[in-house]
């Protein structure tokens, strides 16, 4: 990855002044990946939920919920995901934005309850 693929000047200004440019770079080299792993696939597949995180031109930040069972999001090939597009509110603000930017951010979540002990 170049330098600016993940971080803009101003985080990397933040980062020095900071002295974690190593660690923030260290975080990106073994979380940041250009395909789907075997792991990332099975986690993927497995989740009933995930949060699609967009920006528009003006930079005004968007995120919006997409759920379903286990499986609704299926991965297509090593960069390609796919899931249903449920008209909730009828605004494809999310949708438009990704249509314009063609690179957008996914978070998976694990929700998991602790147990009641007695």
Known sequence: MTDHA?????MRKLQDIRET?????RLE??????????EDK?????RPMLFVATADAQGRPECS????????VRV???RTLAFP???????????AMCWSIRQWPCCFWTLKCPSASA
């Open 21 to 25: 440019r190593q660690l923030a770079d």
């Open 29 to 38: 080299q073994v979380t940041v990946r250009s395909a789907f792993t075997a």
């Open 85 to 95: 597009d449920y008209d909730g509110n009828g605004m494809y603000r999310s949708w």
């Open 65 to 72: 919920y997409k759920g379903g069972l286990p499986g609704f």
């Open 6 to 10: 993940m971080y803009h000047e101003g």
């Open 42 to 46: 099975a986690f993927i597949t497995s």
């Open 76 to 78: 297509l090939d090593d």
